[in-house]
């Protein structure tokens, strides 16, 4: 892991989204219990649409470990609503079109990480299980990670994608949040 309890102190000054236009300090999101925030490439993205579809059909286990799973996006706040409804998507849900979350944390964007060989076997997956391209929905440069977060700011697992369909093993992800 490569972040510090000071980022994400940091991270956790500042704000994202909500559908609404409403800022949520993010800290508040992880003050009470654990928290995984998955940060996705952008709301149009079918591969970050099969990827939040993955994780809603995990959420009971989540919810089990009393573990907050929130999803932020980096497109307006006008797209999260279509991202909910396509994907069906029950947890939080943000934005960050500011990229500073992101920025913060490292992830990586790039013109190069678009392409790559997960990309194409992603790609083929989801648009197997019927997902399509919605448009470029926020930065399409940007890639994503994830972060599992313990209350009192405390980072216990950390990834960063490195190309587009590229994404964190959801059994690590449960594995982390115990």
Known sequence: MNI???DIKELGQ????DQNNQPVTLNSLWKDQKTV???VRHFGWLICRRQVVDINEQLNQFNEKNVRVVVIGNGQPNFIEGFRKDTGYQGDLYTDPSLKTYQLLNFKKSVSSLF??????T???ALSSGH???GIQGNAFQQGGVIVIHPVDNPVYMYINSEAGDHAPLDE???ASE
């Open 173 to 175: 992800i449960l594995k």
């Open 4 to 6: 510090q309890q000071q």
């Open 132 to 134: 399509i391209q919605k």
């Open 123 to 125: 790609a083929v997956r």
């Open 116 to 121: 790559g060989l997960k990309t194409i076997k």
């Open 37 to 39: 925030l998955v940060f």
């Open 14 to 17: 500042l704000s994202v989204f």
